[in-house]
């Protein structure tokens, strides 16, 4: 099993920047993938960011050039900064790794964290 929690949300004016943590209760290392989804009110939840265990990263078309997805292996965490940030970025944001072993695809949801963007 793995438990995923998130912390660093919280209220921010438009143009504000947070910073997101997605602490891991195992190595990160026996994690294949890690992302960042988030869900508005009445809205699907939507991927945000990935990063792999190799460090290759992407993003959806909303966020690329303001948010930034990285991991810290020593500190079992994964992170996302968010920057210029924006009303529509308001949502719910969730953690979610996924560990891959033989035969096996295991997936885990952090709780998730509040982000609200004022105008």
């Known amino acids: 099993q793995v438990q995923l929690v998130e912390s660093g949300g919280g209220l921010v004016q438009t143009g504000g920047s947070l910073r997101l943590s997605c602490a891991a209760s195992?190595?990160?290392?026996?994690?294949?993938?890690m992302d960042w989804y988030r869900q508005a009110p009445g809205k699907q939840r939507e991927l945000v960011a990935s990063?792999?265990?190799?460090?290759?990263?992407t993003y959806s078309a909303s966020v690329k050039g303001r948010f930034t997805i990285s991991r810290d292996s020593a500190k079992n965490t994964m992170y996302l900064q968010m920057n210029s940030l924006k009303p529509d970025d308001s949502a719910v944001y969730y953690c979610y790794a996924q560990r891959v072993s033989i035969g096996s695809i295991s997936r885990y949801w952090g709780q998730g964290t509040q982000v609200t963007v004022s105008s």
């Open positions: 195992v190595s990160i290392f026996s994690i294949s993938a």
């Open positions: 990063i792999t265990s190799g460090g290759t990263t």
